[in-house]
Nanobody
Framework: QVQLVESGGGLVQAGGSLRLSCAASGRAFSGYLMGWIRQAPGKEREFVADIHWTRGTTTYADSVKGRFIISRDNAKNTISLQMNSLKPEDTAVYYC???????????????WGQGTQVTVSS
C-alpha cells in the first residue's frame, strides 16, 4: 500500500520559513514526479513544485520561484519543501503528490498525502 505522509506544517509570520517533508513508502518511485500541491480555502488546488525522483530535475510555480526549494533524499524515500520568505497568500493545505512522469502511465498510479496546514500571518 502506497503511503505519502507529510510533516512540518504550522503557523509562521510573514517573512518566515517552514520546511515540509513527505515520507513515501509502499512502492518504488523511479520515474515518478514527486511534489507539492496546495489548496487555499475557497480556491482550487494549485501546483507548487515537483522533482523527478530519478533525475532530480525540478519545476516550480511562478508564485514560489526564488522562495521555495524542493529536494529529495532517495536513500530515505523522502522529499522536502523548504519555504522561505513566506507570504500570507501561501496559506493553504499542502499535499504531497506523486505521479508517473509520463502522462500515459498515470491512470491508477497517482498518489496523495493527507495534507498539512501552513498558515502565514501578516
Amino acid at each position: 500500500q502506497v503511503q505519502l505522509v507529510e510533516s512540518g506544517g504550522g503557523l509562521v509570520q510573514a517573512g518566515g520559513s517552514l520546511r515540509l517533508s513527505c515520507a513515501a513508502s509502499g512502492r518504488a518511485f523511479s520515474g515518478y514526479l514527486m511534489g507539492w500541491i496546495r489548496q487555499a480555502p475557497g480556491k482550487e488546488r494549485e501546483f507548487v513544485a515537483d522533482i523527478h525522483w530519478t533525475r532530480g530535475t525540478t519545476t516550480y510555480a511562478d508564485s514560489v520561484k526564488g522562495r521555495f526549494i524542493i529536494s529529495r533524499d532517495n536513500a530515505k524515500n523522502t522529499i522536502s519543501l523548504q519555504m522561505n520568505s513566506l507570504k500570507p497568500e501561501d496559506t493553504a493545505v499542502y499535499y504531497c503528490h506523486a505521479q508517473p512522469f509520463y502522462e500515459a502511465y498515470r491512470a491508477g498510479y497517482e498518489y496523495w498525502g493527507q495534507g498539512t496546514q501552513v498558515t502565514v500571518s501578516s
